[in-house]
């Protein structure tokens, strides 16, 4: 288990006053960056979703941003999937809001009203910690590989549900990062389409750890084409490849400019990680 969950109590759901403010700012800030972000970039008002990256942070604060506004949360670690899933449904459901895979949700993809409030992983999954996460989330983001996909494949037919994927490609090259090689993707993408039990939803990408912003963006225009080229192949299982999960708290302008249609957000919303 990984060493900081000894030290904090993610279940907590009780946090101070002055920490739901400071959250919820967080989030109407955030929320006003990408409503300008989408008017420079000449995009429809609502076209880019914000998902919350909640790691390291508590139910309480997950709540308090969700009472401000937020619609979607994604999570990196099955750990703290498990640690939080009962408890943000059930404070979900108070509220009226359903979170993640619903019990009577046969086909976990299905759920898609304004009360739902999807439930992601975005980070690195190994195949063992399949069966922790399923239960949960609607979308693992994080998918790279053609043998991982088909381990969630054979997962999800077992459960008789249907498992919504985004195949996370390694734009920047860098060597510290997850993602497929760009040079495969549509071969794998289109190999997922064709895996029953999941819905291939689109891509996503972490952006350049750089200062050059048009190598930023370079990488996040090569996403939108990959995208692109995948949904005009019109092979099985691509029809509905979409999404583009690409833009985070120091580079979501750059994304949206280049056609996000989520960008995972953590920092700007909850402030620094006390912890990785
Ligand atoms: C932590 C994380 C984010 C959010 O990063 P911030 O810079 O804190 O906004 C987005 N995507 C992934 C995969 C992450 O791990």
Redesign the pocket.
């Known amino acids: 288990m990984t060493a900081y969950m000894n030290h904090k109590d993610l279940a907590n759901e009780v946090i101070e006053d002055a920490r739901s403010r400071e959250i919820a700012d967080g989030v109407h800030r955030v929320l006003d960056r990408i409503a300008s972000a989408e008017e420079k970039a000449g995009r429809e008002a609502g076209s880019v979703r914000l998902l919350a990256?909640t790691?390291t942070r508590d139910v309480g604060e997950i709540m308090a941003a969700i009472d401000a506004g937020v619609r979607m949360i994604?999570e990196?670690r099955p750990q703290e999937v498990a640690a939080k899933a009962d408890g943000l449904a059930k404070r979900c459901v108070e509220r009226g809001f359903t979170l993640g895979v619903t019990a009577d949700a046969a086909d976990s993809t299905e759920v898609v009203t304004s009360a739902h409030i999807p439930f992601h992983l975005?980070?690195q999954l190994q195949s063992n910690k399949i069966g922790k996460v399923l239960p949960v989330v609607n979308t693992i983001e994080?998918v790279d590989s053609l043998d991982l996909a088909e381990k969630i494949s054979r997962r999800a037919v077992a459960r008789g549900i249907t498992v919504g994927v985004l195949l996370e490609i390694n734009e920047s090259g860098e060597e510290s990062k997850s993602g497929c090689d760009p040079a495969h993707a549509i071969r794998i993408a289109q190999k997922i389409g064709t895996l029953d039990g999941l819905e291939l939803q689109g891509l996503m990408t972490?952006g350049a750890h750089v200062d050059d912003e048009a190598v930023i963006r370079r990488g996040f225009a090569h996403l939108r084409k990959t995208r692109d080229l995948i949904l005009a192949s019109g092979e099985p299982g691509t029809g509905n490849c979409h999404e583009l999960s690409m833009g985070?708290?120091?580079d979501m302008e750059l994304a949206i400019a280049e056609g996000s249609t989520i960008v995972?957000?953590?920092?700007?919303i909850f402030g620094e990680?006390a912890f990785i």
Do not use: D, Y
């Open positions: 990256a790691k994604g990196n975005i980070g994080s972490i985070m708290t120091g995972r957000v953590g920092t700007a990680r």
